[in-house]
């Protein structure tokens, strides 16, 4: 596959001619596959704190650096790359998490982030989280004063994304996003996710030259004053969810919303026929695999949801993250539920270099990179 080309690099963000891909929040590396297959990078360190999901990366990157716990990283000391990725914690913007905003506990990783973009500034960077980004607010002020411009009394709103966003042109990157959905590409789960891909613009207008701060009108006070869907949406089974590893607690009768689970619908509908989803499980069948059997039975003979079928829905290899030795069934659903689609993530990419006119050539037939070559599914593009 041809390397695409976006702005000018320095050689540290190359690798015998692929460039240097450092990803954060990796967990099973999903989303480190499809920029690999867009951009023909390699993966030359991890970050990924959680056990479980560590094991699946050593799995198949057995020879790339995870970095741990990204509070505890010294960037200084980090190899440079060419493009920066990760996932940042959804729990508190997803609409089945708390809603916090950016200052939650886990959401507001991105604040490591955004420092390890301005220590590294690889020319590229792409973000991916889940739709609540936009509309939950970001839990912090819009504007530096704490009384709002204008005539009215209302407060401006900003939003997760927003934050992002701006921190992103703070830190000198030109950012595009989209959300894109899983069965926008083919997959029997909507999964709505959001896409956002940014390049450095900083070096190509000023270059690396220290520049004077911009004047201000405080500047006469004296000085430091500064202080330095497609036609299948109402057939189309739940999406994956990182609770589908606790197996419930309550009777499926009695779950509702956000506590009703992935098991409850491959029990009640989880036939040779597939009931009402076996047009949309047909469709992801010729895009991937067969699907594998949608329950287990547990230690007691009784029904279970399969981990290999959650794995199957998301477009994964099989055997991804179910095959990896030392991984409980428990942590298995929490990783793949926690995980992207690759292909849905590759259409994402694809569109926003389009939109972005970054490259000068289309991005082909995905394939993932060496010792997982096959099929991703052919993408569609898409936006909401």
């Not at 509070?71 to 940042?88: Q, R």
């Not at 729990?91 to 590294?120: E, K, M, P, Q």
């Not at 609540?132 to 005539?151: C, I, Y």
């Not at 095959?323 to 292909?343: C, E, F, M, Y």
């Amino acid at each position: 596959m041809a390397a695409r080309s976006i702005g000018s690099y320095n050689t540290n963000g190359y690798s015998a001619g692929r460039m240097k891909l450092g990803s954060l929040f990796s967990g099973a590396g999903a989303l480190d596959l499809a920029v690999e297959t867009v951009f023909a990078a390699e993966a030359v360190w991890h970050c990924e704190n959680d056990p479980a999901a560590s094991k699946v990366l050593t799995h198949h990157w057995p020879d790339t650096p995870n970095l741990g716990d990204i509070a505890l990283i010294d960037w200084a000391t980090v190899e440079p790359v060419g493009i920066l990725c990760g996932g940042f914690p959804c729990t508190d913007v997803s609409a089945a998490g708390r809603r916090a905003g950016l200052h939650g506990t886990r959401s507001g990783l991105w604040t490591y982030f955004a420092d390890a973009i301005a220590a590294l500034r690889p020319p590229i960077v792409v973000i991916e989280n889940v739709r609540g980004l936009l509309s939950t607010h970001a839990g912090r002020p819009m504007e530096s004063d704490p009384v709002p411009m204008g005539d009215g009394g209302i407060v401006p709103v900003l939003r997760a994304a927003g934050a992002v966003l701006g921190d992103l042109a703070d830190l000198g990157y030109d950012a595009q996003w989209a959300t894109v959905a899983a069965a926008d590409i083919g997959a029997p789960h909507r999964r709505e996710r959001v896409f956002i891909l940014a390049t450095d613009t900083r070096g190509e207008r000023y270059g690396r030259l220290e520049l004077l701060p911009t004047p201000t009108g405080r500047d006469g006070r004296g000085a430091n004053q500064r202080g330095d869907e497609s036609c299948l949406h109402d057939a189309l089974l739940p999406t994956p969810t990182a609770s589908d590893s606790t197996g419930g607690g309550t009777h499926p009768d009695n779950r509702q919303g956000h506590s009703r689970q992935l098991i409850d619908y491959a029990l009640l509908d989880g036939s040779a026929r597939w009931g009402k989803y076996e047009a949309a499980i047909h469709r992801w069948e010729q895009l991937t695999r067969p699907a594998p059997p949608p329950t287990e039975p547990n230690t007691k003979g009784n029904p279970r949801l399969s981990a290999a079928f959650s794995e199957w829905m998301m477009g994964w290899p099989a055997g991804w993250v179910t095959n990896v030795p030392g991984i409980s069934r428990k942590d298995q659903l929490r990783i793949i539920g926690n995980g992207v689609v690759s292909a849905q993530a590759i259409a994402a990419l694809a569109w926003l270099i389009d939109v972005a006119d970054c490259g000068s050539k289309a991005v082909p037939h995905p394939k993932a990179p060496g010792d997982r070559r096959r099929p991703v599914g052919r993408v569609s593009r898409g936006m909401a």
